[in-house]
């Protein structure tokens, strides 16, 4: 594994991807849901809401860095506004 | 009748999984890892935080290329797709003829992209190319190699020659499909041949449209060989597109670290437009099953 250059916040960072994927996918078997229309007007399952709540949060944390005036946590803050705002209305 | 639920049959796409894994995830997370790293070489790493991030967006050789990027794509997407419809609407629907235009359509889709650079490549050329030759001997000076603007007009034409065809099948399978009922409906009722484009034709094709769009934005978006062996990036940067600047970074300048956080914001780019036309591509088919 030493070729793949592993760091800790790496590490971490796709253990909670991985950990998000495996929720959601018990989440998906244990309580099947019918799809719903929000504000997007396109239909959403929880893993959809939840594909654009991550790659929302990457074009946040990017351009909070392309602004670069706050420290980077701050963006982690948005985004978790961000993911709520999506799981609850898109 | 009722649909089969057997949740057993997920363990049919394990196999896809680990090839997936093994071919595309595992690199990409490693290009994640050397994102925040700086290396010498000899797997000797070095922390550096988000700094290459930081860097890339505000390089203004980067966001030129992106500039470029996004002129290349939208310039090929604005002439190919309605070529390719007025291709489609030209060919003949049956007979003989119509397997010998589907024929010659698919032909440039067979060559491999280093050999369509290298015909354009030499077909462009002033001393040998009878393209370049035939454009001097009627005195408009043509050289692609010292004029940004004929090099874009090489690769702009030479994509269009490549890929033009695949919108075109695409667009005629469309065609395809449409009942001949529509064809007598609309004569019954005198409408004009435009009005038949816009509301048989173009409605009935949209979904097939929307594909096209989607393969040519990513395939143009990450273009590498065939502008590469035209121009090789020139004259100057002015034909670099965003995958020449990033594999000079990476290859030519061994900058691991600035490449791959290029690699992933390129990435997010590719990844967000993609589901933007995937979810329209897929919202389409809803309303048209309605």
């Keep these: ?90 | 009748m009722e649909k089969t639920r057997n949740e057993k049959a997920w363990f049919l796409v394990l196999p896809v999984l680990v090839l997936v894994a093994f071919s595309a995830v595992i690199p990409l997370m490693t290009v994640v890892n050397y994102s925040v790293q700086d290396t010498f070489g000899n797997n000797v790493f070095f922390w550096a935080g988000l700094e290459w991030f930081k860097e890339t967006l505000a390089s203004e050789r980067i966001l030129n290329a992106l500039g470029r990027q996004a002129f290349f794509t939208a310039v090929i997407l604005a002439i190919e797709v309605p070529l390719g419809i007025l291709v489609a609407l030209s060919m003949p629907k049956r007979g003989v003829w119509a397997s010998v235009c589907l024929v010659l359509m698919a032909l440039p889709l067979l060559i491999p992209w280093n050999v369509v650079g290298t015909i354009w490549q030499i077909f462009g050329r002033v001393d040998i190319g009878l393209l370049g030759h035939t454009l001097a001997a009627m005195g408009i000076e043509y050289n692609y190699t010292q004029n940004a603007l004929d090099a874009w007009v090489t690769i702009i034409v030479m994509d269009v020659w490549h890929w033009t065809s695949l919108v075109a099948l695409l667009a005629y399978a469309g065609l395809q499909s449409i009942p001949e009922a529509y064809y007598q409906a609309a004569k019954i009722d005198q409408a004009s041949r435009w009005k038949v484009f816009r509301y048989i034709e173009l409605p009935k094709m949209s979904g097939v449209l929307t594909i096209a769009i989607l393969l040519r934005f990513m395939d143009s978006f990450k273009i590498y060989t065939e502008p590469f062996v035209v121009t090789g990036g020139g004259p100057g940067n002015s034909t670099t597109l965003l995958s020449i600047d990033l594999v000079k970074m990476a290859l030519g300048q061994f900058d691991l670290g600035p490449a791959a956080a290029f690699s992933i914001i390129y990435f997010l780019i590719i990844l967000l437009v993609s589901w933007v036309f995937f979810t329209v591509m897929t919202n389409l088919d809803k309303k048209e099953g309605k």
């Design chain 1, 1 to 90: 594994m030493a070729w793949m250059a592993w760091t800790w916040p790496t590490a971490i960072f796709f253990a909670v991807i991985a950990l998000l994927l495996v929720i959601f996918s018990v989440l998906a078997i244990r309580y099947p849901e019918t799809p719903r229309v929000g504000v997007l007007r396109i239909e959403t399952t929880r893993g959809d809401r939840l594909f654009i709540a991550l790659l929302g949060s990457a074009f946040i944390n990017l351009a909070w860095l392309g602004l670069g005036a706050a420290p980077q946590w701050g963006a982690l803050i948005v985004c978790l506004v961000y993911a709520a705002a999506v799981f609850r209305f898109v």
